[in-house]
């Protein structure tokens, strides 16, 4: 099992000091934190893809580039890529090349992404999200198993004799991990291909994530990769920990109390509760300290099976 940070690229407002700081100054603070990542021993940053304020990861791929040749043995995956709005034959070649020159310490993770305008940025109808979801991969999948592709869909131009650069290296296209929270189309598509499927829980209730998780297990065997146990699960959570639950609770505080993600909802009282107990509603999300976040997060086992991965946030609502 693999632990990894990722960041959704957010530039907040620190709620304990008032200061917002500048694109420039969260670019490089991110970059620290993937090496502090390496340095501390985890697997994994993530970065996500973001084209409005208030993020700064537009590019997540030549982010992404940076942090692999300041790092030896770190994996770096974007979390995630918009399958919808980006051309899946620039990803295709964006990824090779990352693949290239990280040495193969990369995976993508591909998604719809959250914000509705992007679409219309970029030429895309978000009626028709799922479909292009769906038809992209498709694409991006036989262009790095193919040499040559010849194709034909509704949301692009056609391919004749078409040849993506550079090709995989070492003919082993990078691993795919298909990230939803609530769509068992993404799952099933997923599950086909024998790739990884990954569940950002960090809002919803273990209920939700474990049917869509073992539902993605189901397919994943009916298709012939192997047993359920043996798909490829990754979890997105989130924490945040102090030497002891007290000081986590109050140093965590005015960022709850500030935090646009948490939307006006329950009280910080009312959601560690919602986090503590033998069956937390919220298993994946920890408030205390590192012992209690290590022994919630291994027992987590969703379905049948066990993780692949669980990646956690850093810097959410802009706690340095």
Do not use: C
Request: glycine share 8%; aromatic share 12%; no cysteine.
């Amino acid at each position: 099992m693999q632990f990894g940070i990722f960041s959704v690229s957010d530039i907040t407002r620190d709620p304990t000091t008032d200061y917002t700081p500048s694109e420039a100054e969260r670019i490089d603070a991110i970059v620290k934190i993937a090496q502090k990542t390496e340095e501390v021993g985890m697997d994994v940053f993530a970065i996500g893809e973001h084209h409005n304020p208030p993020f700064f990861s537009s590019a997540p791929s030549t982010l992404l580039a940076y942090i692999a040749a300041t790092t030896k043995r770190l994996t770096v995956t974007t979390s995630t890529t918009l399958i919808t709005t980006n051309d899946p034959v620039r990803i295709a070649e964006e990824y090779a090349m990352l693949q290239h020159l990280s040495k193969g310490r990369m995976d993508l993770m591909i998604g719809r992404g959250n914000t509705a305008p992007v679409y219309p940025w970029f030429g895309q109808d978000i009626r028709e999200g799922l479909p292009l979801a769906l038809e992209n991969y498709n694409l991006l999948h036989r262009l790095w198993r193919e040499d040559v592709v010849d194709w034909k869909g509704k949301f692009r131009g056609p391919l004749q004799g078409f040849t993506s650069i550079p090709r995989p290296l070492d003919d082993v296209p990078p691993f795919v991990w298909h990230g939803s929270i609530r769509t068992p189309e993404i799952a099933e598509q997923a599950a086909y291909y024998g790739d990884g499927f990954f569940a950002n829980n960090i809002f919803w209730p273990k209920e939700h994530y474990m049917r869509l998780i073992r539902f993605y297990r189901q397919r994943y065997a009916h298709y012939g990769h192997g047993t359920e146990k043996q798909a490829i699960v990754g979890l997105g959570g989130q924490a945040y920990l102090a030497r002891n639950s007290q000081d986590a609770k109050k140093e965590f505080r005015p960022y709850f109390n500030a935090a646009p993600v948490y939307g006006n909802g329950p009280s910080m009282e009312d959601f560690t509760e919602l986090l503590s107990g033998e069956t937390p509603t919220y298993p994946t999300a920890a408030l205390g300290t590192v012992e209690l976040a290590v022994d919630r997060w291994a027992g987590v086992s969703p379905g049948s099976g066990t993780l692949a991965a669980f990646v956690t946030p850093a810097q959410l609502d802009a706690i340095p």
